[in-house]
T-cell receptor, first 115, second 115 residues
């Protein structure tokens, strides 16, 4: 079974801190994604990566950056955390190809609180 | 850009009864995929069912089935013989055929199952 692991389940940070959210997958997937989940808004795509060192902006990239130095690891970075970035963050991965038989596999989420 | 709309924030159903969750989407594409994901309190996103747009036949997975109306851009989920374990947030999601696996999610519908 595919395993997507997010390093923290809960995180509390202060405004202005630099925050790293880590995600690791064990299935050699090319594509990795960071979503943000908020009540009433569903999941919104922040960034995704289709290969090592490659990244693309999603729908809400402002205030975030990402890093993918190794295929299995995709990091989300909040350069200077703000209270409006308090949210649930979900990482996901998927193998290459457009077949719908390759679904997204999600981690268990990191609930980030910025005070 | 595609949008996915789930108009029911919450639905309540009694055990053993049937509940239908609605989902509509807006797209100009002809080839795409649709998904329903379930998110229980554990936060783990679980794929429930998927549908390819070019397939006329509605997908079915055990007690879960969809009513896919391509012309109406509607993709509803029916849960039959509801069980307590079905209680969760359900998200409808859209994916273009060539979109690196990026999913566009609806806001979600909370399903409450009463004994």
């Amino acid at each position: 079974d595919v395993k997507v692991t997010q390093s923290s389940r809960y995180l509390v940070k202060r405004t202005g801190e630099k925050v790293f959210l880590e995600c690791v997958q064990d299935m050699d997937h090319e594509n990795m994604f960071w979503y943000r989940q908020d009540p009433g808004l569903g999941l919104r795509l922040i960034y995704f990566s289709y290969d090592v060192k490659m990244k693309e902006k999603g729908d809400i990239p402002e205030g975030y950056s990402v890093s993918r130095e190794k295929k299995e690891r995709f990091s989300l970075i909040l350069e200077s955390a703000s209270t409006n970035q308090t949210s649930m963050y979900l990482c996901a991965s998927r193998g290459a190809g457009s077949s719908y038989n390759s679904p997204l596999h999600f981690g268990n989420g990191t609930r980030l609180t910025v005070t | 850009a595609q949008t996915v709309t789930q108009s029911q924030p919450e639905m309540s159903v009694q055990e053993a009864e049937t509940v239908t969750l609605s989902c509509t989407y807006d797209t100009s594409e002809s080839d795409y995929y649709l998904f329903w994901y379930k998110q229980p309190p554990s936060r783990q996103m679980i794929l429930v069912i998927r549908q390819e747009a070019y397939k006329q036949q509605n997908a079915t997975e055990n007690r879960f089935s969809v009513n896919f109306q391509k012309a109406a851009k509607s993709f509803s989920l029916k849960i039959s013989d509801s069980q307590l374990g079905d209680a969760a947030m359900y998200f409808c999601a859209y994916r273009s055929a060539d979109s690196w696996g990026k999913l566009q999610f609806g806001a979600g519908t909370q399903v409450v199952v009463t004994p």
